[in-house]
């Protein structure tokens, strides 16, 4: 996309913030979560965020609404585990298409009201404030999660042999969101919050092969998580070997997330940003708990 990447080259672009964080804050029971279609479900659904883009469409698009309102160029998509491996957990493995296209759908018209790429005389957000003339195009990127398994290490430490997931069964996952994301409109395809690289390579092998089937190619972001103070992420690998492992893909921009917060984490991206051979994406939390179980980072920090 050469308006992205044009954009890319004059300054900085934002972000949206976390969205875990800001479904909590409605206080939904389990109720909330089923909605009428899902009330009858067998198990619990409390904690199934991706599926409130069915049940509570209104909250995801007015979060996304607040994060547009706030300054952010790129919203993510509400499905950081919209696999069927994630979602086997809530018996919903079927529901991978329809999550990920309804929460697409959901960020792109969100993303369309507040752009001003066509429009002059520009638009008044719901807050009011809007410059007219003030041309601030706004993407949609569609979020491919990282799973609950890990393809290259044994959850059972006395048969590191063992495998609870397969490269083929994740590839087959993310091409099916990979398709969903595209076609609810996502700018972008982001991979993130990566842990396994091998996770990230089968992710990135579905969406390639989505690409060429369909012909409807995006820019990638690629983002993974430093697990500790090593820098290394969960399979091991540092910044640069992480780089390393998936330049082939040529994405549009890679880095990290999460991980110990902004000030742990920078040094890590700063040393991705003196290798990577692309743009460089950030986006830290809010770093560890304190013993009153809150967060003393601030968005500032």
Same mark, same amino acid.
Request: aromatic letters at 8%; glycine letters at 8%.
């Given at each position: 996309?050469?308006?992205?990447?044009?954009?890319?080259?004059?300054?900085?672009?934002?972000?949206?913030?976390?969205?875990?964080?800001?479904?909590?804050?409605?206080?939904?029971?389990? $109720?909330?979560?089923?909605?009428?279609?899902? @009330? +009858?479900?067998?198990?619990?659904? @409390?904690?199934?965020?991706?599926?409130?883009?069915?049940?509570?469409?209104?909250?995801?698009?007015?979060?996304?609404?607040?994060?547009?309102?706030?300054?952010?160029?790129?919203?993510?998509?509400?499905?950081?585990?919209?696999?069927?491996? %994630?979602?086997?957990?809530?018996?919903?493995?079927?529901?991978?298409?329809?999550?990920?296209?309804?929460? $697409? @759908?959901?960020?792109?018209?969100?993303?369309?009201?507040?752009? /001003?790429? #066509?429009?002059?005389?520009?638009?008044? %957000?719901? $807050?009011?404030?809007?410059?007219?003339?003030?041309? @601030?195009?706004?993407?949609?990127? &569609?979020?491919?999660?990282?799973?609950?398994?890990?393809?290259?290490?044994?959850?059972?430490?006395?048969?590191?042999? =063992?495998?609870?997931?397969?490269?083929? *069964?994740?590839? #087959? /996952?993310?091409?099916?969101?990979?398709?969903?994301?595209?076609?609810?409109?996502? #700018?972008?395809?982001?991979?993130?919050?990566?842990?396994?690289?091998?996770?990230?390579?089968? *992710?990135? =092998?579905?969406?390639?092969?989505?690409?060429?089937?369909?012909?409807?190619?995006?820019?990638?972001?690629?983002?993974?998580?430093? /697990?500790?103070?090593?820098?290394?992420?969960? %399979? &091991?690998? /540092?910044?640069?070997?992480?780089?390393?492992?998936?330049?082939?893909?040529?994405?549009?921009?890679?880095?990290?997330?999460?991980?110990?917060? $902004?000030?742990?984490?920078?040094?890590?991206?700063?040393?991705?940003?003196?290798?990577? #051979?692309?743009?460089?994406?950030?986006?830290?939390?809010? &770093?560890?708990?304190?013993?009153?179980?809150?967060? +003393?980072?601030?968005?500032? +920090?």
């Amino acid at each position: 996309m050469k308006q992205l990447e044009q954009l890319l080259e004059e300054r900085i672009l934002i972000l949206d913030g976390a969205m875990g964080t800001m479904i909590q804050r409605y206080q939904l029971d389990e $109720a909330g979560y089923r909605g009428e279609r899902f @009330k +009858d479900w067998p198990c619990d659904l @409390k904690g199934n965020n991706d599926l409130l883009s069915l049940t509570q469409p209104q909250i995801i698009s007015d979060i996304h609404k607040a994060y547009l309102e706030a300054g952010a160029d790129i919203v993510e998509t509400n499905t950081f585990n919209s696999t069927a491996i %994630s979602l086997a957990d809530y018996q919903q493995e079927e529901l991978v298409y329809e999550l990920n296209f309804e929460s $697409a @759908k959901l960020a792109r018209a969100a993303c369309d009201a507040f752009s /001003t790429e #066509d429009d002059a005389q520009g638009r008044a %957000s719901a $807050a009011g404030g809007r410059t007219p003339g003030a041309a @601030k195009p706004r993407f949609v990127a &569609g979020v491919l999660g990282p799973t609950n398994r890990t393809a290259s290490l044994s959850p059972d430490v006395n048969n590191p042999g =063992f495998r609870n997931v397969s490269f083929d *069964a994740l590839k #087959d /996952t993310y091409y099916e969101a990979s398709k969903a994301l595209v076609e609810g409109g996502a #700018d972008i395809i982001l991979i993130e919050t990566i842990f396994d690289t091998l996770n990230a390579k089968a *992710a990135a =092998f579905a969406v390639q092969s989505y690409f060429e089937d369909s012909g409807n190619k995006r820019p990638v972001m690629i983002s993974g998580t430093i /697990t500790d103070a090593s820098g290394r992420t969960l %399979s &091991g690998q /540092t910044a640069e070997a992480f780089f390393n492992s998936l330049r082939h893909i040529k994405p549009i921009s890679l880095g990290f997330n999460c991980a110990l917060g $902004a000030k742990q984490l920078r040094q890590y991206v700063e040393e991705l940003a003196g290798t990577a #051979d692309c743009y460089v994406n950030a986006h830290p939390n809010a &770093g560890l708990p304190n013993e009153f179980g809150e967060y +003393d980072e601030s968005p500032e +920090d």
